[in-house]
């Protein structure tokens, strides 16, 4: 059974889709053991309560330094014995202290197709107002494990999405929610847990 901790900042909707993709069998052999959030207030831990799964928040503003808080990111992250953790909209740069720990372990959700609007100062609708103010016919959204770099892992699946007529930052990025990333994260952890997919194979498969 592939123990998986998702970490999230906000309203949770990846969280959502994971939880319902466990419950009906469409992601195998996986328990979700825990939710983390930088955040407190935020409806991912509501999400978290009614599927009876333990929550935390870890907030760095209740700490002295962003030393301190990566250490005790790590201790909690501990804590849960986790065989995945999944960043799902996880607004948090992961401490390299954890990255090391837990290499080839960590997943994360990109709203674009990597590498185009990826990197430092990527992220929420940044990447879509981005995408629409160079004027792409496509978009979508990219699974990938992480690596130190930003969004520089190895890409597991991606998904494309097109840009419409009209579209605002808002509607694209609830149409690549929909149809990219709602069905690509858990259909990634799925390939995981059945071991068709890891870090190593993904690593060889760039060499």
Known sequence: ??????????????????????????????????????NYGVYSLERAEKAGIPSVVVAPKDFPDRSSFNRALLAKLDEFKPDLIVLAGFLVVIPEI???????????????????????????????KAALERGVKVSGATV????????TGPIILQKAVYVEDGDTPETLQRRIMEQAEWEILPKAIDLIAKGEVSYKKSLDMRS
């Open 1 to 38: 059974m592939l123990r998986v901790l998702v970490l999230v900042s906000g309203g949770g909707t990846n969280l959502q889709a994971i939880i319902d993709k466990v419950n009906d069998g469409t992601v195998s052999n996986t328990e979700i053991v825990g939710v983390i959030s930088n």
């Open 98 to 128: 954890v990255i090391q720990k837990y290499e080839g372990k960590i997943i994360n959700i990109h709203p674009s197709l990597i590498p185009s609007f990826c990197g430092t100062g990527y992220y929420g609708l940044r990447v879509h």
């Open 144 to 151: 990938h494990f992480v690596d130190a770099g930003t969004d």
